[in-house]
């Protein structure tokens, strides 16, 4: 997997094993982990001797395969519940997505960014496809909009000031103006549908999730073609609203 130079090799490495295991789900030897993660040898040896002895992976000598071990799953197992992701919350998605059939999307801020935590594919031929873990635009996209807008006019305004200080460039830049207009709609709303933004021809309808904190916030998203999205709106919208009133009353 490429890796940002942003990031320090050895902390990729150790998330890339890690990664890895999620991904295919079976012990590996450390040849495969080389093979899969284009590691070299030596180390990537000293790496996975060092997340067993840490009690993040764990050996089998009789065949030399290394395996996640349960202890990974108590990093974050506090975190659903800080954040409002519950099991419950993540069983409104499966509703939406069954209702819909277009693909559904839970994301959360990540400083300029939302990250997308969980990713369900529609099931229609032609629909959205992102990789769990991706990173969008804060500011410019849909599920960007709708987190911001749980936010109060003097947290966005910081954060967009922070945000155009490190722009790379003047298309970085962002209007707080033109975004507060947006922001206004979807508070007045309670959702914010966006066309075009990230894909063309591609629409999607963004709702947030009732947080500990507005900075916390989910959002929920459902989007797809532009035509069907458009042409689905009310249906989408009430599916959304009647999962999300659901996970409040839970």
Known sequence: MP?????????????????????????????????????????????LKSLVNLGYLTLDL???????????????????ELFGASSDALQILDQIHKALGETV???????????LITVITGTFPISLSFQQGAKLPLFTTGIGIAQLATRTDEEIAKAVKRANRRAVSTQNIVNLDELMEDIEATRSKGYFEAYNRVIPDTGAIAMALPGVSSESSLVVGVGGLSDRIKKNEDKILREMRQAIQRYRSD
């Open 62 to 80: 009789n065949t030399t395969k290394y395996f996640s071990s349960l202890r990974v799953t108590k990093l974050g197992d506090w975190l659903p």
């Open 105 to 115: 999307t839970l994301s959360m801020p990540n400083g300029v960014h939302m990250q």
């Open 3 to 47: 890796m940002s130079k942003d990031v320090v090799k050895s902390v990729g490495r150790v998330f890339g094993v890690l990664e890895l295991f999620k991904t295919h789900q079976k012990p590996l030897t450390a040849t495969e982990v080389c093979n899969y993660l284009n590691y070299p040898k030596s180390s990537a040896d000293a790496l």
